[in-house]
């Protein structure tokens, strides 16, 4: 297999800081399960036997709180059915987009102390994952 991430490079996070913090913008999720979570030794949910998808899931709880305190929102999700452009051994189990109404509500979230906690599910039940940040655009007729 390829490269796999679940935290972004230092690099790509001081990009992501250098765009403009006062627009909204779309933060395409992709997400590929691990089959069985791994929490670090001493975690709560350690040898619990979840799922990647069940750890995701917990992370979904504990962090919507915060998400939608910040402002956030989903406005896609969808599940992988196949890739027809890219590597062909390149999967997703599910994918979303989340909105915000700027940068500075993500920075917001994820500074948040009880995030903190909560992405630690995340990190235990992700094998890989992209995080890819749009500019809104219209929607409209036509791919231009």
């Not at 991430?5 to 690099?11: G, H, L, Q, T, V």
């Not at 590929?32 to 709560?44: K, N, S």
């Not at 995030?115 to 599910?121: D, H, R, S």
Request: charged share 25%; aromatic share 14%; net charge negative.
């Amino acid at each position: 297999m390829t490269d796999v991430f679940i935290d972004p490079s230092p690099a790509n996070f001081a990009a992501f800081k250098a765009l403009p913090r006062d627009e909204p913008i779309h933060m395409l999720n992709l997400l590929r399960y691990r089959e069985l979570a791994e929490y670090p030794e001493g975690h709560q949910h350690h040898g619990n036997g979840w799922s990647g998808r069940r750890a995701y899931q917990e992370y979904g709880k504990t962090s919507g709180p915060i998400f939608s305190r910040v402002g956030g929102s989903i406005v896609w999700r969808g599940a992988f059915q196949t890739m027809v452009t890219g590597q062909d051994d390149m999967r997703w189990d599910d994918g979303f987009v989340a909105q915000y109404p700027n940068s500075g509500a993500f920075f917001e979230m994820i500074k948040d102390p009880d995030y903190q906690l909560a992405v630690m599910n995340r990190t235990a039940a992700l094998v890989d994952s992209r995080l890819v940040r749009f500019k809104p655009g219209e929607a409209g007729e036509g791919f231009g």
